[in-house]
């Protein structure tokens, strides 16, 4: 996903293996900071990639591929 915030513009990247949510996010052009939270089951992990998915999106990132 890709936005702007603090006119700057900026990405997230969030990925889902299994019961781990891989996340980076940064400002564009440069690596930025990387995440991994692991849930009980992938059930719990589905979930928070949605909502992460979602409440990315009403900040205004949009999706790229």
Not at 7 to 14: H, L, N, P, S
Not at 47 to 57: K, L, P
């Amino acid at each position: 996903l890709i936005g702007s915030e603090g006119g700057q513009d900026r990405f997230i990247e969030i990925r889902r293996d299994g019961a781990k949510l891989y996340i980076r996010e940064g400002k564009v052009g440069v690596v930025g900071v990387r995440k991994v939270t692991e849930y009980p089951d992938e059930g719990r992990a589905g979930h928070a990639f949605a909502i992460m998915v979602s409440e990315s999106t009403h900040r205004g990132y949009r999706q790229v591929r």
